[in-house]
């Protein structure tokens, strides 16, 4: 089953109430909630306060992307405020399995992220200890950006490293509907898309159309 992950950062932050029962209208399987910490990407966004808040006003399990450094110093509160899920950066961890086992210790699971110029071999020797690799398919720290056609290649050779494991392969960044079915072709479980959602007249039909292209 193909998972649609609208990404909050595209949401209008002054009604997110209202933003996240239109995309859970539309079906989402999941809500993506981008964390930027000004360091790790030129950018801030928000903290647990956000996340406890959706999780009182959603029952979509929510997948946390800490785009920050030392993430396992904040891996506790996100888990905590309702995170279901918490991915964190290849690049940021230099104790990477020690901090997915950190993660899964919490109740979570844990997911790695890769940005574009970082190769899947950095997932070799914490295969087992994944539940969610996540494929940048932009650099990250800002919405509304470009897909980055190497991704494809990409979400193929990290498809071909898990092998048989029940791991999930999402991709985020610059995610359209003229993308979906090549991304599920390359292997993809779950699409995340922000402006392409939260940037539509009707995100909940917006979610429709994703998946539908996704499963032509």
Known sequence: MIRIAPSILSADFAALGQDVARVEAGGADQLHVDVMDGRFVPNLTVGPVVVAALRKRTRLPLDVHLMIVEPERYIPEFVAAGSDMVTVHAEACPHLARTLAQIRELGARAGVALNPSTPPSALEYVLDDLDLVLVMSVNPGFGGQ???PGAHRK????RALL??????VSVDGG???DLA???????????VAGSAIFGAADPAEAVRALRRAAAA
């Open 181 to 191: 079915r090549s991304l599920v072709e390359d292997g993809a479980t779950t699409l």
């Open 155 to 158: 979400i193929r050779e990290v």
């Open 175 to 177: 995610v359209k509907a």
């Open 146 to 148: 470009s897909f980055i």
């Open 163 to 168: 092998g048989a494991r029940p791991v999930e």
